[in-house]
């Protein structure tokens, strides 16, 4: 695998190895918890929801748009996710995990420069794979806070 590929899957594999850290062992009452209750633009996310949020975007932006695989990514039900425990969250983590891994490593140093096209929108994939860092990178930050509003103050292990 070309290095730069190399670097861009282990940056998103240690992203979500963060998020999955978050919520890994937390109770549901935890994850499912909102610092805002409320409905639509007026509540915050929940961990369960950004966790889900998460998965669902590189599940998108790498396996859909990168590997052209076909569309089944459920944006909405992203936002409603209400988690029984952790293990969910973790196992939906792990298998955005693969699907990444095996589309990266498919894909060579050229393939960075190829195009994607979305709606209307034409996409490098190197744009797409640096998307999944940024947006993940952004709701990290969002847990962390969320994970620290939840324990009175204390923080999530980061590095």
Known sequence: MNSEITSYLEL??????Q???IVADLPAEALNW???AGEGDHATNSLAVLAAHVAGSEHFWIYEVV???PATRDRPAEFVTVAGEAA???ARLARTGEETRQTLEALTAGSLDESRTLEEHTFSVRWCILHVIEHTALHLGHMQ???QLWREG???DAP
């Open 154 to 156: 204390q923080t999530a």
């Open 19 to 21: 998020v999955g850290r």
């Open 12 to 17: 998103i594999e240690e992203l979500r190895g």
């Open 88 to 90: 969910e969250l973790g």
């Open 67 to 69: 590997g052209q695989g």
């Open 34 to 36: 909102r610092p805002v």
């Open 145 to 147: 806070l969320t994970y």
